[in-house]
């Protein structure tokens, strides 16, 4: 495993999260597109939460999702979302710094009480359950803001919103 390639990836990944929930429009946090959909507050409450989840994969050998709340009051204030996404983004690259690349190898399990998830090396997990299920539900935060006429930042290069300055 290579850690300066795993510790890039993620700074990058959460700093073009960050980007897109500065934009977040606190007139509109109720707002939803669909009846299914999330509100525009839930989804980026959701964005932390899965941030917050991604600690543990470097804390504990196993995070068992059973034994936190499945859903949490949306956060209503930018400033808000925006101070815990900073605390935890510390804690996590505080963590990513501290640990080695056997650290990296190890075995970490997600669960669901007794239902297994996944069990795959930290590095892997951190990944897939939590940078890239992260970037999926930072692009359909971007679709809300689109739809709302807000403009969404470039993630990978500039947006449509960016070309238009």
Known sequence: MDKQLIVGDAAHELTTTRRILERLPEEHMSWKPHEKSMTLGGLATHLINLLNWQI????YPEFDLSTVPLR????????DILEEF???VDKLQKLLTECDERTLGEEWTLRNGNHVILREPRAIALRSFGL???IHHRAQLGVFLRLLDIPVPGFYGPSADDEAR
């Not at 543990?56 to 804390?59: A, L």
């Not at 949490?72 to 204030?77: A, S, T």
């Open 72 to 79: 949490r009051e949306p956060l209503r204030k930018r400033a």
């Open 86 to 88: 900073d605390v935890n």
């Open 132 to 134: 890239s299920h992260m």
């Open 56 to 59: 543990p994969i470097f804390q």
